[in-house]
């Protein structure tokens, strides 16, 4: 490739133009033969594409091109290779890697006969790569290993199978046989499931096999399968979970149930800034375990609370006073279990908001929200009557979207990430519109948005609700007034400026009327990666189409204490006044 002469500022530019002529070669080929494309995507965002995003282009027999371009300024010193392409970065994967994931991820279902298998090859190519090699850090093989999970858990009964040994095989194969566990349960795999339950065997995975038949649980009950030939009692003990779901239907079962252990450490004065999952755990099995001694207990009972010490517990025993409450109503029946049936109970407690709340109270309340949601979810598989009719109703959809506790925003990231379809078409619809809305009425920085385009397109795909399209084509439309990460555009409406100055001076006043305020604010919607030189690039501008406005922009820069615009504007200034004039002498005396 031929050495491209560019300031560092711009070279991110040169890359773009250089895609873009890639994709204007797809659309030449559209062009060429309008039958062969649907409709094609430059620059699409990773939340739907993952790192297949540079261009995208779907074919009208409904299978898609993906093409990436790397771009390099100098061939010489930055060399674009196989030992570039398989390096891993410091988040511990390499391109490849993550174009593999990515492509196992998108393929629409009829072709993931062909894109499963190429996806897991490379992974388990990768992985033992690294079994031979060992040069990496123990933590980046684990998200190698969980990717390999991930897509296994989409797959058949002989790769679930393969992948379990593969499992195993670690010295503390527990949390990477949890992990995949989840995954199952997430992709729904009745059979794979059923599988890992009969393979693990022992009381070293006694924990395990309850958490397997939990996940039957929920799978065989979204799509009307029958619960009680994939889980049968009187094997072993179950969780509070399956328990109740039996004696919601068989008061007299005959069940063994195992009760968790409250943590030791569950009332601590720091808590993670992302999940702490031992608290949404300890707030999900109080709901359970309180709803089982309900469904048992003969006449008046009482439970017995925990002791939090002398410490002071922060906001959790309101918490756990309402998942009680809840739970007692739902055995004594004055609360159908119903997916809106905690959020509706939850009326009369105060959200905690961050900062006037002290953080311990926040991230305790952040886990119950969590938990609300969790528990939602399985009263829904609890309280379904209707093999038939498995989905959550728009009207119950609707009184939980009313609560403090609840969140779309969170909804719609989860049900984009596990892609189970599981509210009804009313309510989907309802959730995407005012969703919509609510993108279309406030003001954020582009790559936000472009990102919430996507997770509300990936929505409207798992619903088949019809406006994916739509929703893509906003995406875009923020990505070109954005690029990603930076805002590279203004810098060519800012070039355009000066060619259109050449032909027509007579409106560029007008046109930088209209773009200053924009530009000084441009770190405010923007991210601010590069965008400050795109402040810089309008000193230069001015100077080229309008040289006398270059002493207002400076006192507008020193009253705003930017001293370092001010004083790229007295250099351009230098470079373009009369140096004879007044001000061009008072110049050297600054």
Not at 422 to 443: C, F, I, R
Not at 472 to 486: F, I, S, T
Request: aromatic content about 10%; hydrophobic content about 40%; some cysteine.
């Amino acid at each position: 490739m031929t050495k491209v002469h560019i300031k560092p500022a711009a070279t991110t530019r040169a890359a773009y133009e250089y895609q873009d002529l890639v994709g204007i070669e797809v659309l030449i080929r559209q062009y060429r033969d309008p039958e062969l494309y649907t409709w094609v995507l430059i620059e699409a965002d990773d939340t739907a594409y993952r790192a297949l995003d540079d261009v995208v282009a779907a074919r009208k027999d409904g299978s898609f091109e993906f093409v990436q371009v790397k771009f390099t300024v100098d061939s010489d010193r930055y060399e674009l290779d196989w030992d570039w392409l398989l390096a891993k970065t410091s988040k511990g994967t390499s391109m490849l890697e993550k174009w593999a994931k990515s492509l196992a991820r998108l393929g629409p279902n009829e072709m993931s006969s062909q894109i499963l298998p190429a996806c897991l090859n490379e992974l388990a190519r990768r992985v033992n790569a690294w079994i031979v090699l060992r040069h990496r850090p123990k933590q980046e093989f684990t998200k190698l290993s969980d990717q390999l999970l991930s897509i296994s858990a989409l797959m058949d009964k002989e790769i679930v199978r393969r992948t379990l040994n593969y499992a195993r095989g670690f010295r503390k194969p527990e949390p990477h046989g949890s992990r995949f566990i989840h995954l199952l349960d997430d992709a729904q795999n009745i059979e794979g499931l059923q599988l890992v339950l009969k393979t693990l065997s022992g009381a070293k995975w006694k924990d395990h096999r309850r958490l397997i038949r939990d996940a039957l649980i929920r799978a065989a009950s979204f799509k009307g399968a029958g619960v009680r030939e994939l889980v049968l009692l009187g094997k072993e003990s179950l969780s509070a979970f399956a328990a109740c779901w039996f004696l919601w239907r068989d008061r007299d079962a005959k069940l063994e149930v195992h009760i968790p252990p409250v943590p030791s450490d569950i009332i601590r004065e720091h808590y993670s800034l992302g999940e702490n999952e031992d608290v949404t755990s300890f707030f999900y099995e109080a709901f359970w375990t309180t709803l089982y001694l309900g469904f048992h207990a003969k006449g008046n009972y009482s439970m017995i609370h925990l002791e939090f010490g002398e410490s002071d517990p922060g906001w959790l025993p309101l918490g756990l006073a309402k998942i009680e409450e809840s739970a007692r109503d739902i055995a004594e029946g004055r609360l159908a279990p119903t997916f809106s049936a905690v959020y509706a109970e939850a009326v009369d407690l105060d959200p905690v908001q961050w900062g006037p709340a002290p953080e311990k109270g926040y991230r305790q309340y952040r886990a119950f929200n969590e938990a609300l949601q969790r528990i939602a979810v399985d009263l829904h598989f609890l309280g379904l009557s209707d093999s038939g009719n498995t989905k959550v109703p728009a009207s119950e959809l609707s009184v939980v979207r009313q609560s403090a506790h609840w969140s779309d925003k969170l909804w719609v990231i989860r049900n984009v990430g596990n892609r189970i379809p599981l509210l009804d078409k009313e309510g989907a619809a309802a959730l995407l519109t005012d969703e919509v809305k609510d993108l279309l009425s406030n003001v954020t920085e582009f790559n936000e948005r472009s990102e919430r385009w996507t997770q509300l397109a990936g929505l409207a795909l798992i619903y088949k609700d019809g406006r994916q399209a739509e929703f893509l084509a906003h995406a875009a439309e923020c990505l070109v007034g954005y690029g990603w990460r930076k805002d590279l555009g203004a810098m060519d409406v800012l070039d355009a400026v000066v060619e259109l100055n050449a032909k027509d001076p007579a409106v560029t006043q007008t046109r930088l009327e209209t773009l200053v305020p924009i530009i000084e604010v441009i770190t405010e919607y923007t991210d601010g990666d590069e965008t400050n030189h795109v402040r810089s690039e309008l000193i230069e501008v001015m100077a080229k189409v309008a040289p006398e406005r270059l002493p207002s922009l400076y006192k507008h820069h020193l009253s705003a204490d930017d001293y370092s615009y001010a004083d790229e504007c007295l250099i351009e200034l230098a470079k373009v006044m009369d140096l004879e004039s007044p001000e061009g002498a008072a110049v050297p005396r600054l």
